[in-house]
């Protein structure tokens, strides 16, 4: 997985780590069980700080998403994976975000559907 890291951005290094993880876990680009680079590879590989990569998987396997096993290092978790914050409150967040952006619920809806077509596998 190659993730896209803007050390420009306002947003913190480590949220962007985390938030690429997340998308490439629904997308279908990381399986479940599959080993992540240790958090030294990762941050060689992005030029960033080690605690800074330490902290995105740290957030990563509070919520959920990530175990951590002696002896393979940090894995995906299995799914479905149970995110320790109220999913229907973050949707409900995003999704005035979106509307508030472009108050046009039909764009809105097609944004929406494009998005959740994303994460559809093509093993149908």
Do not use: C
């Not at 890291?5 to 480590?14: R, V």
């Not at 960033?48 to 509070?62: A, D, H, I, P």
Request: net charge negative.
């Amino acid at each position: 997985m190659i993730l896209e890291i803007d050390p420009h951005s306002e947003e913190p290094i480590y949220l962007q780590l985390r938030k690429q993880i997340i998308i490439g876990i629904a997308r279908g680009d990381l399986k479940p069980n599959e080993q992540l680079p240790t958090v030294r590879q990762f941050a060689d590989e992005l030029g960033v700080n080690t605690m800074t990569v330490s902290k995105g998987y740290q957030q990563l396997r509070e919520e959920g998403y990530l175990i951590t096993d002696r002896r393979k290092g940090t894995l995906v978790a299995p799914l479905p994976v149970t995110s320790k914050k109220t999913n229907e409150e973050n949707l409900t967040l995003l999704l005035a975000e979106l509307y508030l952006a472009d108050p046009d619920e039909e764009t809105v809806q097609e944004k929406v559907q494009k998005i959740l077509t994303s994460f559809r596998k093509d093993d149908v």
